[in-house]
């Protein structure tokens, strides 16, 4: 029974399959005229339209420099390094503007001594 049942499923299946196919394909519906007329009209709109550039056209024709992340991170560090050496500049013209930092400590560190009893 289970042979004559996988028999029905193998064979029967892909017949089932190609006859709704093919039943499917003979009765689709048909276009009516104005429909077909409309579509005719809306592809030739479509393909007579006047596109503008294309990006590739625009960036081939495109005179001035396009700034990239690497272009601004460049002038960006450049910006960083005039400014260090500005600063630089502007602190070895008013060196030494006052006197020179002290090698020793004026305060005492550490706890303060302890007194004995005796004294």
């Known amino acids: 029974m289970t042979e004559i049942l996988w028999l029905l499923i193998v064979i029967g299946g892909p017949i089932l399959i190609a006859v709704l196919l093919g039943y499917a394909m003979l009765n689709r519906r048909k ?15 479509l393909y007579e339209e ?12 495109s005179d001035e420099p396009r700034e990239t ?19 630089e500049e502007g602190l070895e013209d008013t060196f030494p503007a006052s006197d020179p930092v002290s090698a020793t400590s004026t305060t005492t560190t550490g706890a303060p001594k302890q007194r004995r009893n005796g004294q």
């Open 50 to 61: 006047k596109e503008g550039p294309s990006p590739l056209d625009k960036a081939v024709k």
């Open 31 to 45: 276009r009516s005229t104005g429909e077909a007329a409309a579509q005719r009209s809306a592809t030739r709109q």
């Open 69 to 87: 992340p690497a272009t601004r991170s460049f002038r960006a560090e450049q910006a960083r390094a005039n400014a260090d050496e500005e600063l």
